[in-house]
C-alpha cells in the first residue's frame, strides 16, 4: 500500500511554499483510505500549512503524539477546535509536566500547553498506553523504547521540576512506524530516546530487518559530540534510503549528516512531501 508523507510543521520551510515555520513539528501520513497526523507543532503553524499545501485535517481521524513536549502537542487546540474531535494516541505520561532549567537558574516550562478534561471537552478521545502497539493496519505506536545504547544519553537540561532537581528522562518519547513495501518507515518527534535505540526497537518488534526512511526530530542539535559521530557511525550499518531529519536535528547536526549521507539526505522541512 503506498503512503504519502507530508511535513506540516518544522523549525524550517520549503521554498515558495507559502507556509510558516515555527520550533515544533507535525507530519501527516497518508494512504488509500485513511491518514494520521503525527505531533502537531505548536499551535501557530498547523492549520496555515495544511492549507497551504492542501491537506484536509478535517478528514483525519488519528492523531499520536510523539511526547508531551508543547512544540509537538500545542496545535491540539486549534486542530480539535476546528477539524472535529480525533481520536489521540500517546503515552500515559504525555501531560506531566517538564521544565528546561538553564545553568543560570532560570526555567521555562516546556510541557503539553493543555489539561487532559479541557482536551476532553473539545472532542480529544485519548488512548494512552506505553506499549508498542498497532493503531491501523501496518502503523504502529513503539510506545516506550529501551534505552541501551551509552551514547544516547538524555538532554541534560530537561527536568521533571522547575528548581532543575529531578531530570527528566522523557520517558514517553515514541516513534511512529509504518511497515512498508519498502521497508519500515521511521516518524520521529524529538526522538529523546535516541534514533539508534528507536530504529533498533522498531526492527525488533516488527520483525523486519529493512529500514527505507527516518524521518523527524532527532535532537542531535542538543547532543555532545560523541553521540553525533557514534550515531552516524551506528546509521551507515543499516543502509536507509532516506535520511532527512528536521526541527531539533539543528544546523550543525544536519550539515554533518548531509555530507555523510549526500545521496540519503533531505532535510524536512515544512512542505517536503515523500511517497513511498
Ligand atoms: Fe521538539
Ligand atoms: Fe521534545
Redesign the pocket.
Known sequence: MPYRITILCDNTVGALSGTIGEHGFAALAEWDGGSILFDTGQGEALLHNALRRNRDLHRVGHVTLS?G?Y??TGGLLPLLRNCGGKEIFAHPAVFSRRYRVKDTGESTSIGIPYREEFLRGLGGRFSLSDRFREIAKGIFMTGEVPRKNPFEVGDAGQFCDDAGSMPDR?RD?QSLVIVSERGLVLLL??C?AGVINSIDYAMEKTGVENVYAVIG?T?LGFSDPNRLDETVRALRGYRIKKICPGH?TGFAASARLFREFPGQFHPAHVGFTIEI
Do not use: A, L
Open positions: 511526547h513536549h512544540d509537538h522523557v518519547d518527534g524529538c529523546h526530530g535532537h531539533c
